[in-house]
């Protein structure tokens, strides 16, 4: 069992206004769950859509988790809560990298069997959109390093996801090689 839990950093508010009331100021504490996904509404993590929002399983409906607290759920090897916490992050801030990492957890949660088995064909269809996404909404994409220094970008990568997971990448889109002689993914 993974061992974090979202907890708002003050409890007072909680009592008082029952919430977190700033998305980000998240603190750990016990166990989130490890429980399989249950698909609550197939376009909840791909942009434009807000109904992670309103997911009952959703850990961070109610605040985003920290900054830093994503990339730290990330790692933990828990891709449920690293889908929730990245998919909140994306309706606060609807960012080719929040909407990459979305595609991401969506593809580890398929390729783990991490979902109910009557959701993992939805599952992979989400991912696929997720990945979509990236290369419509989010053309010029790019992930940075913890140092905020521009890391890579993020189309050709999502472009692999498409084709990797048996979609097809949309229209227009396809990979050349640029002049170092790196594989790129393009808009014609």
């Given at each position: 069992m993974?061992?974090?839990?979202?907890?708002?950093?003050?409890?007072?508010?909680?009592?008082?206004?029952?919430?977190?009331?700033?998305?980000?100021?998240?603190?750990?504490?016990?166990?989130?769950?490890?429980?399989?996904?249950?698909?609550?509404?197939?376009?909840?993590?791909?942009?434009p859509?807000?109904?992670?929002?309103h997911?009952?399983?959703?850990?961070?409906?109610?605040a985003?988790?920290?900054?830093?607290?994503?990339?730290?759920?990330?790692?933990?090897?828990?891709?449920?809560?690293?889908?929730?916490?990245?998919?909140?992050?994306?309706?606060?801030?609807?960012?080719?990298?929040?909407?990459?990492?979305?595609?991401?957890?969506?593809?580890?949660?398929?390729?783990?069997?991490?979902?109910?088995?009557?959701?993992?064909?939805?599952?992979?269809?989400?991912?696929?959109?997720?990945?979509?996404?990236?290369?419509?909404?989010?053309?010029?994409?790019?992930?940075?390093?913890?140092?905020g220094?521009?890391?890579?970008?993020?189309?050709?990568?999502?472009?692999?996801?498409?084709?990797?997971?048996?979609?097809?990448?949309?229209?227009?889109?396809v990979?050349?090689?640029?002049?170092?002689?790196?594989?790129?993914?393009?808009?014609?």
């Amino acid at each position: 069992m993974k061992t974090m839990k979202v907890i708002c950093p003050v409890l007072l508010s909680l009592v008082l206004i029952g919430g977190c009331s700033d998305p980000g100021n998240i603190v750990y504490g016990g166990p989130l769950s490890d429980e399989p996904l249950q698909v609550f509404d197939e376009t909840a993590g791909i942009h434009p859509s807000k109904a992670v929002r309103h997911d009952p399983n959703n850990p961070f409906a109610g605040a985003s988790s920290g900054a830093q607290t994503k990339w730290d759920l990330h790692s933990t090897g828990n891709h449920v809560v690293a889908y929730y916490s990245w998919a909140t992050w994306l309706t606060h801030q609807p960012t080719g990298e929040h909407q990459y990492y979305v595609a991401v957890s969506l593809r580890d949660i398929w390729a783990n069997g991490e979902a109910t088995q009557e959701d993992l064909p939805k599952v992979r269809g989400m991912a696929i959109a997720a990945f979509t996404s990236v290369l419509v909404n989010f053309p010029d994409a790019v992930s940075f390093d913890a140092t905020g220094t521009f890391s890579s970008e993020l189309v050709t990568a999502s472009y692999r996801g498409i084709f990797d997971m048996g979609g097809t990448p949309p229209r227009g889109w396809v990979i050349v090689n640029d002049s170092s002689g790196n594989e790129r993914a393009v808009k014609q």
